[in-house]
C-alpha cells in the first residue's frame, strides 16, 4: 500500500472543450508513441457523463487525423451488478456506443468486468481481471470520473486503499444520480463490480475530470481534504502521477 502524500497537479480551462481536447491530446500522445516503439497502449477507461467529451474528441482524431486504437487495450472501471452486457444501461453498451463502435480497437483488447455472472462467481471474475491487467503490464494511463460522493470507478465511501477489484453495494448518492436513466430508484442496480482503489493507484499515470458547478464541492473537498476513505477520490494523494482537469465552475471552490 502506497503511503507518500504526493501533490495533486490541477490543470484549470475556462471550457470543458478545452479539456476534453487536452485529455485526449494526452491520450493519443500515448498511443502514437507506444505504437512508434511498437507497444501497445494499455487505457483505463470510465464511464459517465465527464468523460463523453474526451470519448467524442478521440473518435474525431480516428476518423481525420488517422489516430489507429490497433494498440490499444482498455480495462474499464466498472459495471452495474447484475446486469447483461446488452442492457441499454450498462457500461458494456456505453462504451460500444460512445467509443468502441467508432474506432478500430480490437475486441480481444476490450475488457469491462462481467456484471452478467452468478453471484458465486464473482470473485474469481475479479480475481482474474487484476490478473489480467498484470498480464497487459498494468494500466499506462487511468481516465477517472468522480462522484458527488468522491467515488472513483464505484469505490463508494468506506473502500480502503488496498481494495481491489471486487463486489460492491452502492451508495445512495449514486443510486439517486442514476436513478432517472434507469425509470426510478427501485429499478436501479444495487451493486456493482468495481476495480478498487489499489487498482486504480498502480496505474502510471492518473486524469481525473470534472466539468460545470455541480462538481465544485467534491472537488474542493477531496484538494483540501485528509486522505480518508469516507472520501475515496482523497486516496488519489498517494498516487505518483495525477492530474485534476477541471473547467472553472469545477474549479471554482478550490483555495489557491
Ligand atoms: C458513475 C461511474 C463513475 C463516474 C461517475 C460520475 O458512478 N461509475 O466512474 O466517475 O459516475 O459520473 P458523471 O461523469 O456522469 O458525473
Known sequence: MKKEINEIK??????????????????????????????????????????LGVY??????????????HNVVSFNLDEYFPIQATHPLSYHTYMNEKLFDHV???K???FIPNGNVEETAVESICEEYENTIKKFGGIDLQLL????????GFNEPGSEAD???????????????AASGFGGLDKT???????????????????????STGKAAIIAQVLSSEVSSEIPASFLKHAEDVTFVLDKEAAAEVRS
Do not use: C, Y
Open 10 to 51: 490541477v490543470k484549470k480551462f475556462d471550457l470543458q472543450q478545452e479539456g476534453d481536447l487536452f485529455i485526449a491530446t494526452t491520450i493519443a500522445d500515448l498511443i502514437r508513441k507506444k505504437q512508434a516503439a511498437n507497444e501497445l497502449a494499455v487505457l483505463g477507461l470510465a464511464t459517465g457523463s465527464s468523460v
Open 56 to 69: 467524442r474528441e478521440l473518435i474525431r482524431m480516428h476518423k481525420e487525423e488517422d489516430l489507429s486504437f
Open 104 to 106: 478500430n480497437i480490437q
Open 108 to 110: 480481444q483488447h476490450i
Open 145 to 152: 470520473g468522480i462522484g458527488r460522493n468522491g467515488h472513483i
Open 163 to 177: 481494495s481491489r477489484t471486487r463486489m460492491i453495494t452502492l451508495d445512495s448518492v449514486t443510486r439517486n444520480d
Open 189 to 211: 442496480p444495487t451493486h456493482a463490480i468495481t476495480a478498487g482503489v489499489a487498482t486504480i493507484l498502480d496505474a502510471k499515470k492518473i486524469i481525473l475530470m470534472a466539468w
